[in-house]
């Protein structure tokens, strides 16, 4: 069943809400929260997507997820947390950008992504459905691994990756 998310405009405020499926069919604005989990040595913990989920086998960040409607975007970075990764973790707003990609005619991301982090060393409970294999690696071999197979990696990623090397100083 598709979950129900709120639409918002192009600076994020809401202006009602729509099935997932029909965001993403139609191109419509929506949110999404993305957490990096770092460990106790600065390193990102990085997701493999299932071969059943929608960017199969690519690479993405600790968790994420889309924002449903009547929830915080904090709420959602939080629930992705444990749904995903099994952990609860204190919380620090990165920011905010805005991701478009079109995949093809009837597959379009228009989302606001807000970005969090926080630190853990886990141990990781990973949610079998949605994830095939998480690992931690530094944000230096990140971005060079991007640079080289950009393929390997969701849009949506690539981009949360540039905008944390650029807004944040490590």
């Not at 230096?140 to 390997?152: F, R, T, V």
Request: hydrophobic residues 30%; charged residues 30%; glycine residues 6%.
């Amino acid at each position: 069943m598709s979950e129900k998310l709120n639409l918002v405009d192009e600076n994020d405020k809401i202006i009602g809400t729509d099935l997932r499926d029909n965001c993403h069919q139609q191109g419509l604005w929506h949110r999404r929260s993305t957490v990096f989990v770092f460990n106790s040595e600065g390193k990102l913990l990085v997701q493999k997507r299932a071969p059943n989920m929608s960017r199969p086998n690519m690479w993405c960040g600790s968790a994420s997820g889309h924002v449903l409607a009547g929830e915080s975007y904090e709420d959602a970075a939080q629930r992705e947390l444990k749904e995903e990764l099994g952990i609860e973790c204190d919380l620090k707003e990165v920011g905010q950008l805005k991701v478009e990609v079109d995949f093809s005619l009837n597959d379009k991301e228009r989302e606001h992504h807000k970005l969090f982090s926080c630190q853990s060393d886990g141990p990781f409970n990973i949610q079998q459905e949605e994830l095939s294999q998480v690992k931690f690696i530094s944000l230096d071999k990140i971005k060079k691994n991007i640079q080289k197979n950009p393929e390997n990696y969701t849009p949506g990623f690539i981009e949360e990756v540039k905008y944390y090397l650029k807004n944040i100083n490590i």
